[in-house]
């Protein structure tokens, strides 16, 4: 494939020109997508780089990586990715054949919900035509699900840079703390609405729908580029008549067009409920707490939230 070919030409020049070097001696880390990176830019601060694999404004569920990204990897003091989300990385991960403790794989310690239950209301029937093995990645958007990520980047920058272990771990608490006040504004903001379903342009809502008690009905499957079909569209379009819904939610990074011609067809509103796989264009200087902030507002609003 593509990516395992751009790997192997990687780790071959790696190989033969030696480890990619910097005149920056801080820890070198590298973060698959936005959440992550976000993760380790408040935990590790100026004490360490942190790079972003996913450039702004790019889907990172398709992903592919150029040489020197690959090299990066190979040679990172710490890697933060999440296994079968994007497969560049998993192949770049795999080929670099990276030490089990400058790896952190955040599927190791948040237990994923399957593909059909992301994907409900994604068909006629609510059923999911993927493989459920994989699960939904978006854990990122129950933020208690970002909490033993914390710990874990921690617990690795400390072992990698023990002069300032107790600074990464006081940042790192900090994040906690955060996140857990976050996680108390969407239980609170969302306890007393007027209906509880939510419809999404992709099935990316499902952590954030389980933790706060909302039901989620996607336009598109987990994967954001997939077209729905004509009974989709028509389906999706009787349910918000049926639970009297008055927005259609869509996203930054991915073309509206069904979201309107269903908000069009019921005379709804369209508004923007951000999965934060990325930042964009119009989200450059916000971060996963002001988006999640964002987001809790849009659905209190959608929701008729008192």
Known sequence: MKSGVLVAAALALTTACGPVTSDDSRPHVIASFYPYAFVAERIGGPL?????LTSPGVEPHDVELRPKQVAHVYDADL????RDFQAAVDDAVDL?????ENVVNVADDVHLLSESAAEEGADDHG???GDDAKGDPHLWLDPTLLIPVA???SSRLAAIDPDHADEYLRNADQLISDLTDLDTRFADGLAKCERDTIVTSHAAFSYLAERYGLHQLSIAGLDPSSEPSGRQLAHITDEVRHHGITTVFTEELVDPSNAETIATATGVRVAVLDPIEGLGPATANEDYLSLMTRNLNALREANSCS
């Open 48 to 52: 360490i780089h942190v790079e972003n």
């Open 79 to 82: 890697v933060i990715y999440q």
């Open 96 to 100: 670099a054949n990276r030490a089990a």
């Open 127 to 129: 059923h999911s035509h």
């Open 151 to 153: 710990k874990e980047v």
